[in-house]
């Protein structure tokens, strides 16, 4: 049997179980991206660097994806997908061995960059699996499912992160990333049907769509949206400990920002489609900018540890995770109107977006947490009102 009729056998069975496969690759990869937030500080002193250095670890993973994913994507296009699904997960896990490891900052920079590279060359060909495998009437629910496993690996990976540092090391936390990348390598391998690689199309042809004048002034609004809450969602740690959360609950603080990030993310599907994109984003950052300024104001004020004000902490922290994670679906609405006929093209740009906010904006954070932890809130408060204006700004150009 070939490659075509070998993935034809397997979307004529509408068997989701390879679709589930590529989730658990999807959740390593989101664990491998997140996970660093939640040790940030043990990082930072077992290789003798500031939590404002280390943090530039996440901003490496991020750039690196941001840029290397549509090139990627270009030189691997005829490579068939099982084979480049299953390289691009021991890549993960070699590269998150080799970070477990490593004895200085510079070494460990390098293997992040090599995950980052993983990561870049499995996401999307994961996406693009999952929609050719599934059966039409499901094809919504294997994209959903895909995406699924970002969203866990957003509410588990920091305060699992934080919890096993405290209890093992950071060093133990990577190695378990690298066996959940490896053991979800060996499923690929096993359950995926083989599949072929598709046309050669050039980076230059894949770009084109940027010339649109709708997709180039929407998409800056991700990664403005998206460098708002990054800049202090890599320092989370330190972050809450200047809102007056004390160490052994931070954790539970975090999975507060994982559940709103559900919620967030489950429903703004709903309110893009009855309101429209427009004025789901307009209170998304609305949300966003109070919350974080909220926040920066409870760290100037050095709160007390009481019920009140750890209540209003956690429903703080709940509203900037649901307002970070519910910026996307809208995002997609609106590019997907601004070029109907490039719809994998816009949306794979959109994720590099993505990723070029979570490291432009970790970037930032970093230098603002060296002036305190007030300053950092008010550098990522003053990003995400101007993420609101120029949503406003962008809207007497195009109109979606």
């Known amino acids: 049997m070939d490659d075509k009729q070998s993935g034809e056998r397997a979307r004529e069975r509408g068997d989701l179980m390879p679709v589930v496969i590529l989730v658990l690759g999807t959740f390593a990869v989101g664990t491998d991206a997140f996970i660093v937030a939640g040790f940030l500080p043990s990082l930072a002193a077992s290789l003798h660097v500031s939590v404002g250095v280390a943090g530039q670890s996440v901003t490496v993973f991020a750039i690196t994806y941001a840029v290397f994913a549509p090139i990627l994507a270009t030189l691997a296009a005829k490579v068939p997908r099982r084979k480049l699904l299953v390289a691009a997960l021991v890549v993960i896990a070699g590269a998150n061995l080799g970070t477990a490891v490593a004895a200085d900052f510079t070494v460990l920079m390098a293997f992040r960059t090599l995950a980052a590279l993983g990561a870049a060359a499995y996401t999307p060909t994961a996406g693009a699996v999952a929609a050719w495998l599934a059966p039409s009437a499901l094809r919504g629910r294997a994209l959903a499912l895909v995406l699924a496993g970002l969203t866990l690996a957003t509410v588990l990976s920091v305060p699992a992160g934080d919890l096993i540092s405290d209890w093992a090391s950071w060093r133990a936390a990577l190695g378990l990333v690298a066996g959940l990348a490896f053991l979800s390598s060996v499923a690929v391998l096993r359950i995926l049907p ?107 004020h050095a709160p007390s540890r009481g019920i009140i004000s750890t209540a209003v902490v956690g429903l703080l922290v709940s509203l900037w995770g649901a307002s970070t994670w519910s910026q996307t679906p809208p995002q997609q609405h609106r590019l997907i109107a601004a ?33 305190g932890v007030p300053v950092l809130y008010g550098v990522a408060t003053v990003i995400a009102a101007l993420t609101g204006l120029y949503l406003i700004g962008t809207l007497r150009r195009y109109r979606v």
């Open 194 to 300: 083989v599949l072929g690689g598709g046309p050669f199309v050039p980076l230059r042809d894949r770009l084109a769509v940027l010339r649109k004048p709708g997709v180039v002034s929407i998409l800056p609004l991700t990664v403005l949206g998206m460098a708002a809450s990054y800049a202090v969602y890599a320092y989370s740690v330190p972050a809450l400990r200047g809102v007056g959360v004390a160490p052994g609950a931070i954790g539970g603080f975090l999975f507060l920002y994982g559940l709103g990030a559900v919620l967030g993310s489950a429903l703004c599907g709903y309110v893009t489609d009855r309101w429209g994109a427009v004025r789901m984003l307009s209170a998304t950052y609305s949300v966003m900018t109070l919350a974080l300024g909220l926040l920066g104001c409870l760290a100037l």
């Open 339 to 371: 070029a109907p006929e490039s719809v994998s093209l816009v949306l794979s740009l959109n994720a590099s977006a993505i990723y070029l906010g979570i490291g432009s904006g970790t970037a930032l954070g970093g230098v603002a947490l060296t002036a």
